[in-house]
């Protein structure tokens, strides 16, 4: 018997596009993926054939990538969410290093970095 390996991505993909799935698409695709049902499981719960439950999710899947592919917001997402965490450590190991040596670097240079990570966070605004 072939296995069939989940795509996790979808996750992410139906928190941005779920809402423009049918209603029974979009429940089936949770089940499979949030929930992680199988298809015999999800047939039994929503009274849909497994053949059914496995065609729902074919096409939910391919109209969700359709929707990243024309508007691409998870990714968008993905990159935004990436920035501010590395934006977000910039800052605590700054502040780190001030309050393990008292201020290791000159006020100049923590008052450039701060200026750099500003204006990431403002070209971040911007996108």
């Not at 779920?18 to 499979?32: D, F, H, K, M, Q």
């Amino acid at each position: 018997m072939q296995t069939h390996e989940k795509d996790l991505s979808i996750s992410d993909l139906l928190d941005h596009y779920g809402a423009i799935l049918s209603e029974r698409r979009r429940y089936v695709l949770e089940l499979y993926y949030n929930d992680d049902l199988s298809l015999a499981e999800i047939a039994e719960n929503t009274g849909i054939s497994r053949q059914g439950v496995r065609d729902l999710i074919k096409k939910g899947e391919a109209e969700l990538y359709r929707c990243e592919e024309a508007l691409g917001n998870a990714a968008a997402y993905t990159k935004l969410k990436d920035e501010v965490e590395a934006i977000s450590k910039e800052l605590y190991s700054l502040a780190e290093s001030i309050d393990q040596t008292g201020q290791s670097e000159s006020g100049l240079n923590i008052s450039q970095k701060l200026s750099e990570l500003a204006e990431r966070v403002l070209a971040l605004a911007g996108d």
